[in-house]
């Protein structure tokens, strides 16, 4: 009862903050969000006016200034397995420029709960995941930014389950076999030809694998075509593989990122491909597909709404049918500046397909730019 009564605290003081920002991008007036810096010299009579006198932040795509796109929401599927591999976080096609930096702090609660057997295989997933993930942007020259993802996690039996039951029977979501199951309760259990492959215990939290990557810039979107960007990444394996960290493997990978404006509307598209390198956990690994579509609608220079869809192919064979499967998610949030360069992100996400990722998962994140 403390537990529910703690969650329901927590869930009301969010839609209170939400409620705040949102009602403050809604009904403030376009002129209290245009803040115009002019650079301002004497010159003498009769001379040109220098080229370089012009507005300070106009707003080229890309750049950090707060009246351009702001890009999809940087989430990733928080599958346990998933969250062992390398994931690309969808980004906009537009890299920092030379010189600037983009500091992220980012949280991910998730609960997971898949119970499925088939065979000689029996894969029993059952508790929340708390992760943590510090990340540095940085804009080498015009056509190449820079960037590193350190996570922290923590698994718990957490305390969403009677809260998701809730959801569910409220809007008539298919609950699976939750009901016939314990609340709160934790289970890592992955069984395949009759022995244990997986067998992670709780309250477990430390370094994660650190994920580096590469954005090249390919081109600006004009009337026609959408700007483009391609990306390399590679995961290290820093994260306790015994403790469900990390994969104890190098994974490599590349993807291609799209962008293109259409009024108040920007679309985004992702799709990448990652070879995995081997794990620690005695399964199977595949090598992945992953691509991503958002869409951002601006209400406001500060203040954005996305939705947006990811599907990844699944990182682990366990010969369990239901369990690889692909993941394929739903996320609905919003992006608002909350000062002249820190972004705040928000939202939730959904499994489009019952049992292919978390039911139920929940993020934040913060960045400032300088």
């Given at each position: 009862?403390?537990?529910q009564?703690t969650?329901?605290?927590l869930?009301?003081v ?9 009602t403050?991008?809604?009904?403030s007036?376009?002129?209290e969000?245009?803040e115009?810096?002019?650079e301002?010299?004497?010159?003498e009579p009769?001379?040109?006016r220098?080229a370089?006198?012009?507005p300070v932040g ?8 707060k009246?351009?796109?702001?890009g ?10 998933a969250?062992?591999?390398l ?11 030379p010189?600037?930096?983009?500091l992220?702090?980012r ?5 997971n709960?898949f119970v499925?057997?088939s065979?000689?295989g029996?894969v029993?997933?059952d508790?929340e995941?708390?992760?943590q993930?510090l990340?540095y942007r940085?804009?080498?020259n015009?056509?190449?930014?820079l960037a590193a993802f ?7 039996s957490?305390?969403l389950?009677s809260i998701?039951?809730?959801?569910h029977?409220f809007?008539?979501?298919p609950?699976?076999?939750r009901?016939n199951?314990?609340?709160?309760q934790y289970?890592y259990v992955v069984v395949t030809d009759?022995?244990?492959r ?10 994660g694998d ?5 954005k ?6 004009d009337?026609r075509?959408?700007?483009?960007s ?8 820093t994260?306790d ?9 190098f ?5 291609f990122?799209?962008q293109k ?9 992702q ?5 995995t390198g081997?794990?620690?956990f005695g399964?199977?690994?595949n090598?992945l597909w ?8 601006q209400?406001s ?6 939705v947006q869809f990811h599907?990844?192919t699944n990182a682990?064979?366990?010969?369990v049918e239901?369990?690889?499967v692909?993941t394929v998610?739903?996320a ?9 360069n820190?972004?705040?992100?928000g939202?939730?996400?959904?499994d489009v ?6 039911d139920?998962?929940?993020?934040t994140q913060?960045?400032?730019?300088f």
């Amino acid at each position: 009862m403390i537990r529910q009564l703690t969650a329901l605290s927590l869930f009301i003081v969010a839609a209170l903050v939400s409620w705040f920002f949102f009602t403050g991008a809604a009904f403030s007036e376009d002129g209290e969000d245009v803040e115009v810096e002019v650079e301002v010299r004497e010159v003498e009579p009769g001379t040109e006016r220098p080229a370089e006198l012009k507005p300070v932040g106009t707003a080229e795509p890309g750049s950090p200034w707060k009246f351009s796109p702001k890009g999809p929401l940087e989430w990733v599927c928080q599958h346990p397995f998933a969250l062992t591999v390398l994931q690309f976080p969808a980004e906009s096609a537009y890299i920092l420029a030379p010189g600037e930096s983009r500091l992220g702090y980012r949280i991910d609660l998730a609960n997971n709960f898949f119970v499925h057997q088939s065979g000689n295989g029996l894969v029993q997933l059952d508790f929340e995941s708390f992760r943590q993930t510090l990340s540095y942007r940085r804009g080498i020259n015009d056509k190449l930014e820079l960037a590193a993802f350190v996570p922290f996690q923590y698994n718990s039996s957490g305390f969403l389950d009677s809260i998701i039951e809730s959801w569910h029977d409220f809007f008539g979501l298919p609950t699976g076999d939750r009901p016939n199951f314990p609340t709160n309760q934790y289970s890592y259990v992955v069984v395949t030809d009759n022995e244990f492959r997986v067998l992670g215990e709780s309250d477990q939290f430390g370094l994660g694998d650190v994920t580096l990557t590469g954005k090249y810039f390919i081109r600006p979107e004009d009337k026609r075509w959408p700007a483009l960007s391609a990306r390399l990444g590679a995961k290290l394996p820093t994260g306790d593989a015994e403790s469900q960290l990390g994969s104890g493997g190098f994974d490599f990978g590349f993807d291609f990122l799209a962008q293109k404006t259409y009024g108040n509307w920007i679309l985004y598209g992702q799709t990448g491909y990652i070879l995995t390198g081997g794990n620690d956990f005695g399964l199977d690994g595949n090598d992945l597909w992953e691509w991503s579509l958002a869409g951002e609608y601006q209400t406001s220079g500060r203040h954005s709404w996305i939705v947006q869809f990811h599907k990844t192919t699944n990182a682990y064979y366990t010969g369990v049918e239901d369990i690889d499967v692909d993941t394929v998610e739903f996320a609905l949030g919003w992006k608002r500046y909350i000062g002249r360069n820190l972004l705040w992100e928000g939202g939730f996400s959904e499994d489009v397909i019952v049992d292919s990722a978390p039911d139920f998962a929940v993020f934040t994140q913060f960045t400032y730019e300088f």
